[in-house]
């Protein structure tokens, strides 16, 4: 539970900025507004329920960088205004940076295998979102050229966990059925934004 709550932070983050790119692009009507509302209320209710829990000082220090770093955040996206895509763009990077590393910091604490998956899982989750804020953010801010690169990296940090998956799921017919699902809505998103190379994770999952 705990690494989902932080790994929630590094999926928020990305969420919100896909929303204030897909708005200002006018690729989504006024109603991205009220998302977009929703999404900024769910960040806050997370950090809060972690800031309450009061753990080790290492994970509060990581959370306070968090804490410092969403005030600026927020400021910077109510411009609702494609001049502000530069610095929008370096700020979600930023946070995500953070979120990252207190939801990797949770999963060791927990103590347990199976917080690693919950990780791995929440990091696919996160990246399907990261792909297209980066995909978007190629007409707003002046970094076409580093978006691209990144959208390849993280496409394959997304097959490399789908892969790791799979291997978990044993022949367990529920969470191999789940997989399959991901990886057929994967393979639909990234022919959407390349269709020329589809991406391996497309292809049905086999039970082991």
Not at 71 to 95: C, K, N, V
Not at 111 to 125: M, Q, W
Not at 134 to 148: I, M, R
Request: with cysteine; aromatic share 6%; hydrophobic share 50%.
């Amino acid at each position: 539970a705990l690494v989902n709550l932080c790994g929630r932070l590094r999926l928020l983050s990305q969420r919100m900025a896909l929303t204030w790119a897909a708005l200002a692009s006018g690729v989504v009507t006024s109603q991205a507004r009220i998302r977009f509302r929703q999404l900024e209320k769910d960040f806050v209710r997370n950090l809060e329920r972690l800031d309450g829990l009061d753990l080790t000082p290492d994970f509060n220090a990581r959370l306070a960088v968090i804490k410092d770093l969403w005030p600026r955040y927020l400021e910077a996206m109510s411009l609702e205004a494609a001049e502000g895509g530069d610095r929008i763009f370096a700020l979600s990077e930023q946070m995500l940076e953070v979120a990252d590393s207190l939801t990797l910091f949770a999963t060791r604490l927990s103590g347990i295998p199976e917080a690693h998956y919950v990780n791995v899982a929440g990091r696919n989750r996160m990246l399907s979102q990261r792909i297209v804020k980066l995909f978007l953010f190629q007409d707003l801010a002046d970094c076409a050229e580093a978006a691209q690169a990144q959208i390849d990296a993280s496409a394959a940090a997304f097959d490399g966990n789908l892969d790791e998956l799979r291997r978990s799921a044993g022949s367990l017919p529920q969470l191999v059925a789940q997989l399959d699902e991901v990886a057929q809505q994967w393979g639909r998103l990234m022919t959407a934004m390349a269709p020329s190379a589809p991406p391996k994770a497309s292809e049905p999952v086999s039970p082991m």
